[in-house]
């Protein structure tokens, strides 16, 4: 996708360095930043300058190659796969990608395992890319049928972001939107603020503004009542851990859209590749939930009359605060589940079908 007119990915290996979009700098600056080793590549996935679950699994895969470029002693590469899937616990494509990486290297002679790593890591990038755009083929198809009845421009309410910034290419949310676009449907987006982090506002409205999409920033707590109005014709999310019976985790506040979405008869669908399917955990309490640091809720970052990024403390100093990042959408408020492959029911039944497990 476009940034300032010009095609980005948001990772790539070049002169021996994992190449990332700085993401804790959007939208107010943009810095392509170095990885340079696996420490760099799990730090970068620890503090966010690179979100989103399908791009987390991309770097941990390039992470994995930047551990044997470091050294590729079998136990530092597998000391490094362990620290790599535990930088983030609750987005399944992490570990996902690693175990990938870490099963094709097994038997790979040392003289050729960084070549092999460095081919795994970009093909599970390909790969990804791929399914976002067939995502937004499939997805597609939901926007044109809303569009052919309505004759007026679709209007998508969308939560945190599930971008081309947090995949390799494309997105997972945003894809079927993009496609729209591109076919010349008139579309508008809600973009929730997303607290406590705002990306939906720094990262969602960003990218929809590249590629001149119109769109709203709205508080998180707006949608509810544009849906009572009328004014969303459908919801649509990305996932960071989808269980096989349909239960979909995500961004905190994700399941209060669902909620309200239910309640004024709007379709809420969500959007992921296969490699966010859990299909091991058969119970949605047994998700690790990350629980962040209570400062990305005390404090809020802008930029200044000097044109520099602050941070500033917006609560009582004395004040506590719990800052849980993702919530759990039953499978009973899920419209449909969008992926590479086609529309699914949130039931195991129909995913099991379209996947052959």
Known sequence: MRIEGKEFRTIWYENNVV????????????????????KDAINAIKIMEVRGAPLIGGTAAYGMALAIQENNDPDFIKKSSEELIESRPTAINLKWAVDRMMKKLVDINNDKILDEALKEAKEICDEDEKFCENIGVNGLKIIEEIYNKKKDTVNILTHCNAGWLATINWGT????????HKKGIPVHVWVDETRPRNQGANLTSYELNEENIPNTIIADNTGGILMQRGEVDMCI???????????????????????????????????????????????????????????????????????????????????????????????????GLITEKGISEASSESLKKLFNK
């Open 19 to 38: 190449k990332i979009i700085d993401q804790t700098k959007l939208p107010h600056q943009f810095i392509i930043k170095d990885l340079k080793t696996v």
């Open 173 to 180: 949310a945003t894809s079927p939107i993009y496609h729209a």
């Open 237 to 335: 999310v990305g996932t960071d851990r989808t269980l096989s019976n349909g239960d979909v985790c995500n961004k905190i506040g994700t399941y209060l859209k669902a909620l309200a979405a239910h309640d004024n008869k709007v379709p809420f669908y969500v959007t992921l590749p296969s490699s966010t399917i859990d299909w091991d955990i058969k119970d949605s309490k047994n998700i690790p939930i990350e629980e962040r640091n209570s400062e990305e809720l005390s404090h809020v970052e802008g930029i200044d009359e000097n044109n520099e990024i602050k941070k500033v403390l917006i609560y009582p100093s004395k004040s506590k605060a719990m800052n849980l990042a993702f919530d759990i959408t039953p499978a009973k408020y899920v419209t």
